[in-house]
Each structure stands twice: as structure tokens, then as C-alpha cells.
């Protein structure tokens, strides 16, 4: 079984200063799972939001956001629960996939290829779904006609190989531009990877083990 944690925080121009920096130090990298997943690969998703020097997830933040502005739009009270149970709802019905095989993942800047008994796993930049910056760097695809990477000047290395029983963790993180304001936001993104002989994992998994690898592409964000 291959199980994956996908976690991802974003803020705005206002946590940029130095005591919402600090904040962002003690983010947690991993959390339990929600249920138990058993599949030949499983993907939990977690989204969270930085506001001050707090943290929300998409729930909270989901909420939090309509009875701001829906009371605006002229939506009863009724209404306004009515819309958060219905998002709710969708939220939670993709925090958690499941998949026949790594073949059928399509995870940003992440390869996944079968290696002996377990997986190599890959970081490219995809320039489709990134933000800033450009990432360059080795590019193990380059000369492959086959590879969607062929001729590439970005980077895509081997972060790590996992075996039966060991932990992987990839960080990195990206400035992006608000289709609508077009101001910029930023985003930590952090896969926790489990390459597991058991298909009925503990839900505290991640938190209760340290990665064997850690692989980063942390860059400064301005």
C-alpha cells in the first residue's frame, strides 16, 4: 500500500511579516488521518489557511468566509447553514481518493515509478500547475522523446526510493497571483509518503513516526 498525506497551507501579503513567520515555524508537517484507508493507494488531502498568527483549515475557513459575506448577498440565516452543510459535505467527500495504482495519481510536481518492492518518487516542476519561482535545476527526463518533460529546462530529480515500511516527506513552497485581485498569495506544500505492507494503516501514522527522507525545494518567497 502507498499512502499519501497531501497538506497544504496558504496565506497572503499580510502574514509576511516576522511574528506570522514565526507562526508559520510551528505548522505541524503531519496528522492523523481522519479514518482508517485501505487501498492499494490512498490519498488524504488537508488544506489550511494562515490568518495573523493563526491557523484554520477549509473547513473553518469555509465557514468563517460565507456568514462574512453571504448576509451581504441577502441569505437568510436558513440559507447561509444550508450552504455550509452543502460545502461541507463536498469537502469532505475529497479529503480522502483512492486508487488502484500509483499510475492513476496526478499530483502536482510529483512522479511516482515502481522501484524493487516499493517507489521511486520524483519532484518536477510542472510549469501548467506552479507558481513562482521557475524551478531549475537536473532534468533526468531530458532526453527522453516519450517523457512530457523532454527538453525541459526545469528541474525533475529523484527525491527519494521507499521501501516496505519507510516514511518520505517532500516539502516546497511557491508565490502565486489571485486570478481575481492579482495580488500575490503563497503556499507550503508538504506530501508525507508511507510505502506500507499493511492495508489497514493506524490513523496516527504520520504523526507517530519521523520520515526516513526528507526531501525540500524550499525557496524564498518575497
Given at each position: 500500500m502507498l499512502l499519501i498525506q497531501n497538506v497544504d497551507l496558504t496565506w497572503s501579503k499580510r502574514e509576511r511579516g516576522s511574528e506570522c513567520a514565526k507562526a508559520r515555524r510551528r505548522f505541524p508537517l503531519a496528522y492523523p488521518l481522519s479514518k482508517s484507508m485501505s487501498a492499494a493507494v490512498?490519498?488524504?488531502?488537508?488544506?489550511?489557511?494562515?490568518?495573523?498568527?493563526?491557523?484554520?483549515?477549509?473547513?473553518?475557513?469555509?465557514?468563517?468566509?460565507?456568514?462574512?459575506?453571504?448576509?451581504?448577498?441577502?441569505?437568510?440565516?436558513e440559507q447561509i447553514r444550508q450552504e455550509v452543510v452543502h460545502r461541507t459535505r463536498w469537502i469532505k467527500k475529497h479529503q480522502e481518493q483512492c486508487y488502484r495504482s500509483a499510475a492513476d495519481l496526478n499530483l502536482t510536481n510529483l512522479s511516482i515509478r515502481p522501484w524493487q518492492d516499493g517507489f521511486e518518487l520524483s519532484f518536477f516542476y510542472d510549469e501548467h500547475r506552479s507558481g513562482m519561482p521557475y524551478r531549475r535545476g537536473h532534468n533526468q527526463d531530458y532526453q527522453k522523446i516519450q517523457s512530457p518533460l523532454y527538453q525541459k529546462d526545469c528541474i525533475n530529480e529523484v527525491a527519494f526510493s521507499l521501501q516496505l515500511g519507510q516514511y518520505g516527506r517532500i516539502l516546497w513552497n511557491e508565490r502565486r497571483t489571485d486570478c481575481d485581485t492579482r495580488e500575490w498569495y503563497y503556499q507550503l506544500h508538504i506530501y508525507n509518503i508511507f510505502c506500507l505492507?499493511?492495508?489497514?494503516?493506524?490513523?496516527?501514522?504520520?504523526?507517530?513516526?519521523?520520515?526516513?527522507?526528507?526531501?525540500?525545494?524550499?525557496?524564498?518567497?518575497?
Open positions: 490512498a490519498v488524504q488531502t488537508l488544506s489550511f489557511f494562515q490568518h495573523g498568527e493563526t491557523f484554520v483549515d477549509s473547513l473553518q475557513d469555509m465557514r468563517q468566509g460565507l456568514e462574512v459575506f453571504l448576509p451581504g448577498l441577502g441569505f437568510t440565516s505492507a499493511d492495508r489497514v494503516p493506524s490513523v496516527n501514522l504520520f504523526v507517530a513516526n519521523e520520515p526516513d527522507f526528507v526531501y525540500q525545494q524550499l525557496a524564498h518567497l518575497y
